[in-house]
């Protein structure tokens, strides 16, 4: 009598038990329903240890995460149903040979679904990534996603939503290649421009007299550029000879003198921002500037230049209209304390 009295209060346990699962399922869905996701994951947290065993309550548990945009508690749990309750058919797919594959190998399981769930999560995941993700997660993220595109194109899912997730996984890897950047060598020719202020100095009374020389000529040279989609990087440097017209700023001395031979090194880093599209680019370059000129002294017995060279910086604003190889660019700027603009007009030929 005993013994039947405990077995039937067992059995009694695992009804009741039972029934209240299905209770929790229902009450899950009316979650879901009601679009209260969170109280989903209350719920089963509560009632872990009997939902465990429901593949329906961890069903209901990952569209909750899927929902909260929790993608990895998402793939977990649809990983923990495959495992737990689909076992043996999931081990024949995969040892099974795409064109051996036939319906009855799934057809009492929802394998379709859930393939097709963790290629969505994955590819969320890898499209998600960005520079701060490590690239041991960014290739998991994206091998997984392959993975289950094909197991679910072995279960024969819809071809034009695998073909979806395919285009997705794709057009991230186009974005992320083209947000790399690639390092690339450029010559450059140019029509160039500037003023210098020349100093003479009296050395009897020390006092200082302005001359302002106004320099063109060419300038050739070259540097090392890294571009994306978006920016290009760039250190580059250039020599130029120039011819100079000098004269004084002030009428406290007479001094005039044409056909200067002066020589420049203009070297400094610079950007560009790709505006309407990669070939108009518009951007700044911070030059140093180092000069030398023929200044001739009209009396050295009376007069000294305080400075026969000068190095010196200031800025450029520019912008490049590209045409294959070839950039026509244009420069506006100025170099400190110098007065007057900077400016030149060239080309530059990427390699």
């Not at 997730?165 to 186009?174: A, F, G």
């Not at 001094?255 to 921002?273: D, E, N």
């Amino acid at each position: 009598m005993t013994k039947l009295t405990f077995l039937a209060f067992g059995l009694s346990s695992l009804a009741m038990g039972a029934d209240n699962t299905i209770e929790n399922v229902k009450l899950m869905q009316l979650y879901l329903d009601k679009n209260q996701p969170e109280k989903v994951e209350d719920l089963y947290d509560d009632q872990e240890d009997s939902l465990v065993k429901s593949w329906m309550a961890l069903e209901r548990l990952a569209i909750s995460f899927e929902r909260r945009e929790k993608f990895k508690e998402a793939i977990e749990v649809y990983r923990k149903i495959i495992i737990n309750f689909n076992k043996a058919a999931h081990e024949k797919i995969l040892a099974t040979p795409q064109g051996a594959i036939e319906s009855s190998h799934y057809e009492r399981t929802k394998l379709p679904l859930y393939y097709y769930k963790l290629a969505f999560l994955n590819t969320q995941l890898f499209s998600n990534t960005n520079d701060y993700t490590p690239e041991n997660e960014r290739s998991k993220y994206k091998k997984n996603a392959e993975g289950f595109i094909g197991l679910a194109r072995k279960v024969k899912v819809e071809e034009s939503d695998l073909k979806l997730l395919e285009d997705l996984l794709q057009e991230k890897v186009t974005r992320d290649e083209n947000l790399e950047y690639k390092p690339g060598w450029y010559a450059t020719l140019e029509i160039l421009s500037w003023q210098d202020r020349v100093i003479l100095v009296n050395k009897s009374t020390n006092v200082k007299n302005n001359l302002l020389s106004t320099a063109i000529g060419s300038c050739v040279g070259g540097g090392k550029k890294w571009e994306n989609i978006k920016y290009e990087f760039d250190l580059e440097g250039c020599f130029a000879v120039a011819s100079a017209t000098i004269s004084a700023e002030n009428r406290a001395i007479s001094y005039q003198q044409s056909s200067v031979s002066v020589k420049g090194l203009f070297v400094g880093p610079g950007m560009y921002f790709k505006t309407i599209s990669d070939n108009v680019l518009l951007g700044f370059q911070i030059p140093v500037k180092y000069r030398t000129g023929d200044w001739t002294n009209p009396d050295e017995a009376t007069y000294r230049f305080e400075k026969e060279t000068a190095l010196e910086a200031g800025y450029f604003i520019q912008s490049k209209i590209k045409i294959k190889n070839v950039s026509l660019r244009t420069r506006l700027g100025k170099v400190f304390p110098n007065p007057g603009s900077l400016w030149s007009v060239g080309a530059v030929y990427d390699f």
